[in-house]
C-alpha cells in the first residue's frame, strides 16, 4: 500500500516524528532452532574442515543478521534514487564504502591476516564482460526482487518467492561459467586497474580519492533530493534502547559500520574480501556435472579442478551465504517476522527472469553486489565503479519492465520502495 509522507525540504524540528508501528512477538521456537542448527554447523565445520570455516558462518550469520535488522538494500536503494529521488540508503552506501575502505588500507597494504596468508583485494579487469554483465544484473535484481545478498537474507526471512529468484540465480551463474571462455577471451577487456598500486598514489592517496568520490556522491544525492523533494522512508518496526540489538529495525548508518567492519573481519580472516556468487557457481556445476556436463572443461574451472571435487563445505563462501541465510532466519523471527508468503505467477516469472540475469550477469561481471561492488570499491578496484554505474543503468530501464509483472514503481509521494 502507498503511504503518504512529508517530502524532505517540508520538514521541520517541530514537526513529531513518526512513531515507529508495533512490533511483532517473537518466534522464540525458530530462534532457539536456529542458534541449535548454527551451533551444529559450526562444531561439523570445526571436525571436518578447519578453524576458518566455523569462523566463517559466524561472520556469516552477523552479516545476514546485520542485512536482515536494518533492512539495508542494494536493490531498494538503486531503485529509490532512480524513481523519486530519495537518496539516504545510497548515502548509507557511501558510508559503508568509506568505512571499508579505511579499514582495507591497512590491510590490503601490508597483507595481513589472522593465519599468515596475504591478504588480497578483488581487483577485476575493465572490459565489455564487465559493462554487459552489471547492467543485465541491475535489470536482474529489480526484477528477481533483490541483489545477491538480498536474495540470501529474504530466503532466511521467508519470503518464499526469493527461493525461486535463488535457483535460478544459480541456474544463470552456471551458464555464465560455462560461456566465460566467450566473453575473457574474444570480447575486449583493459587489465585490472587499481587506485591504488595503478596509479602510484599507494593505498593512502587512493583512500583520500575514495573519500573524495564518495563524499562527491552523498552530496549529489542531497542535490537530486533537493529537486525532487522525495519523502522520507516509511519508519518500520523497531525497539527502544539496547532491547533494538535483537527487536526491530536498526539505523542505516549502524548497519553501514557494521558491514563494513564484517567484510574487513572477513578479509583478515579468509584472505579476500566478502563475496556470495562464486559459491552459487560451484553449486550449479557441481549439479551440472552429476548430471553429465564435462564441467571441468569449462574456462571458469580451469585451475579450480579441486574444488570442484571437494566438499561444498571446504569453499569459504558457501559457509559464508549459508551464514547470511542462518543470519537472516534469526533476525526475522526474532522479530516475529518469519512467515512463508503467497506467489503469485507474475512474480514468479519476473524471479525466474530475474535470477537468469543476476546469476549470468554476475558471472561475467566478476561478482554481485557484494563481489564487484562493495568489495570491488573497498578494494579500490576500478571495475566496482563501473560495476555500480552500470548496474544503476540496468535499474533505470527495469522501471519500465516492472509493470509487466505486476511490481510496483514507486511514485513521488511513496515512502517506501
Not at 73 to 83: C, I, M, P, Q, V
Not at 253 to 260: C, H
Not at 279 to 289: F, Q
Request: some cysteine.
Amino acid at each position: 500500500m502507498s503511504t503518504y509522507a512529508q517530502p524532505i525540504n517540508e520538514q521541520h524540528s517541530v514537526v513529531k516524528k513518526e512513531p515507529s508501528p508495533a512490533l511483532h512477538p517473537p518466534q522464540n521456537k525458530l530462534v532457539i532452532g536456529a542458534l541449535v542448527v548454527t551451533l551444529a554447523l559450526a562444531i561439523f565445520l570445526l571436525v571436518t574442515q578447519n578453524i576458518v570455516q566455523p569462523l566463517l558462518l559466524i561472520i556469516g550469520v552477523g552479516l545476514g543478521y546485520t542485512l536482515f535488522h536494518a533492512r539495508f538494500g542494494f536493490t531498494s536503494a538503486f531503485r529509490r534514487l532512480a524513481s523519486v529521488g530519495n537518496g539516504q540508503s545510497l548515502r548509507a552506501h557511501m558510508l559503508m564504502l568509506a568505512v571499508a575502505c579505511l579499514l582495507f588500507a591497512p590491510i590490503l597494504a601490508t597483507g595481513y591476516s589472522f593465519f599468515g596468508g596475504e591478504a588480497t583485494g578483488n581487483i577485476s579487469p575493465v572490459g565489455v564482460s564487465l559493462i554487459v554483465g552489471a547492467f543485465i544484473f541491475g535489470i536482474g535484481m529489480q526484477l528477481g526482487g533483490g541483489c545477491a545478498s538480498g536474495t540470501l537474507y529474504a530466503v532466511g526471512g521467508g519470503r518464499s518467492v526469493m527461493f525461486i529468484t535463488l535457483i535460478f540465480f544459480i541456474i544463470g551463474s552456471t551458464i555464465g561459467a560455462a560461456h566465460f571462455d566467450f566473453w575473457m577471451d574474444d570480447m575486449p577487456a583493459a587489465e585490472p586497474f587499481s587506485l591504488a598500486t595503478s596509479t602510484g598514489l599507494g593505498y593512502g592517496g587512493a583512500l583520500l580519492v575514495s573519500l573524495a568520490i564518495f563524499g562527491g556522491i552523498a552530496w549529489l544525492t542531497k542535490v537530486i533530493e533537493k529537486r525532487k523533494n522525495p519523502p522520507k522512508e516509511a519508519p518500520k518496526p523497531s525497539a527502544i534502547g539496547w532491547k533494538r540489538i535483537f527487536r526491530g529495525s536498526w539505523p542505516l548508518f549502524a548497519a553501514a559500520i557494521a558491514l563494513a567492519v564484517l567484510n574487513a573481519v572477513t578479509l583478515m580472516t579468509r584472505e579476500s574480501p566478502w563475496g556470495v556468487t562464486y559459491a552459487l557457481t560451484l553449486w550449479g556445476s557441481k549439479v551440472a556435472d552429476a548430471i553429465g556436463f564435462d564441467v571441468a572443461s569449462w574456462g571458469f574451472w580451469q585451475g579450480d579442478e579441486a574444488v570442484l571435487n571437494a566438499s561444498i563445505f571446504a569453499d569459504t563462501t558457501t559457509v559464508l551465504n549459508f551464514g547470511v541465510i542462518l543470519g537472516a532466519f534469526i533476525a526475522s523471527a526474532a522479530g516475529g517476522l518469519f512467515k512463508f508468503t503467497q506467489i503469485r505467477l507474475k512474480n514468479a516469472v519476473a524471479s525466474v527472469i530475474g535470477g537468469l540475469l543476476m546469476g549470468y550477469g554476475a558471472r561475467l561481471a566478476f561478482g554481485c553486489n557484494i563481489g564487484a561492488y562493495f568489495s570491488g570499491i573497498a578494494s579500490f578496484s576500478a571495475h566496482g565503479y563501473i560495476w555500480g554505474i552500470m548496474a544503476l543503468a540496468g535499474t533505470f530501464l527495469a522501471l519500465f519492465l516492472r509493470p509487466l509483472f505486476g511490481l510496483s514503481v514507486p511514485k513521488p509521494r511513496d515512502s517506501f520502495c
